[in-house]
C-alpha cells in the first residue's frame, strides 16, 4: 500500500498537480530538508505548489521506490529545473524517507547534498560557500519569506 502512496505522490509530482500532493499528506505530518528546514503539513502542500509555480513548467521528475513497508518507505527521486533569474540548470538527486500512518504521510525527510544544489543554484558562490551555515541560513531564510508570501497569496 505505502508503495502505491509513494508512486502515486510522485506521479501527481511529474503531472505539476500539488493538490493532489497534498492529498497524500496526513494533517499532522512534518516535511523536512535541508533548503526548507521542518514544515508542517500545511506548509509542505503549499512548498509542493510554490516550487511548481516557480518552475514555470520545465520541473521535470523522476522517481525509484527502492523500500516499501505498511508503515515506511524509501525512494530515490531525482529532479531537473532552471533555479533563479540566470535561469541555472538543477538536476537534484534526493532520497526520500517516510513514514505513514492512517494510509497518509505523516514524516517526509527529503536529504540531499546542500553544497551540491548550492554550487548548482548559485554558482560559484555556492560552490566555494554552500558547505557553510552562511549560505545555508540564508537560503532557509529566503526560501521562508518565500512560502510566506506564497501562502498569502494563495491563501493556504
Known amino acids: 500500500m505505502t508503495k502505491s502512496i509513494v ?5 501527481a509530482f511529474k503531472n505539476h498537480d500539488a493538490e493532489k500532493m497534498a492529498s497524500f499528506y496526513h494533517e499532522d505530518a ?9 514544515l508542517n ?45 540566470k535561469k541555472r540548470p538543477i538536476h537534484n538527486r534526493i532520497q526520500a ?16 547534498s546542500f553544497w551540491k544544489w548550492s554550487g548548482m543554484a548559485l554558482g560559484p ?9 552562511i549560505i545555508h541560513n540564508k537560503v532557509q531564510k529566503t526560501v521562508a519569506i518565500l512560502l510566506a508570501d506564497y501562502m498569502r497569496e494563495t491563501k493556504v
Open 7 to 11: 508512486s502515486q505522490f510522485y506521479n
Open 41 to 85: 503539513a500545511k506548509q509542505a502542500s503549499a512548498m509542493w505548489g510554490m516550487l511548481m509555480k516557480r518552475s514555470k513548467g520545465d520541473l521535470q521528475v523522476e522517481f525509484d521506490v527502492l523500500h516499501s513497508d505498511e508503515n515506511n518507505a524509501l525512494c530515490n527521486w531525482e529532479a531537473k529545473y532552471k533555479f533563479g533569474p
Open 30 to 38: 512534518v516535511f523536512e530538508d535541508p533548503a526548507f528546514g521542518k
Open 125 to 133: 558562490a555556492g560552490w566555494l560557500l554552500g558547505f557553510t551555515p
Open 97 to 112: 524517507k517516510m513514514k505513514f500512518q492512517d494510509g497518509k504521510i505523516v514524516y517526509h525527510k527529503d536529504e540531499f
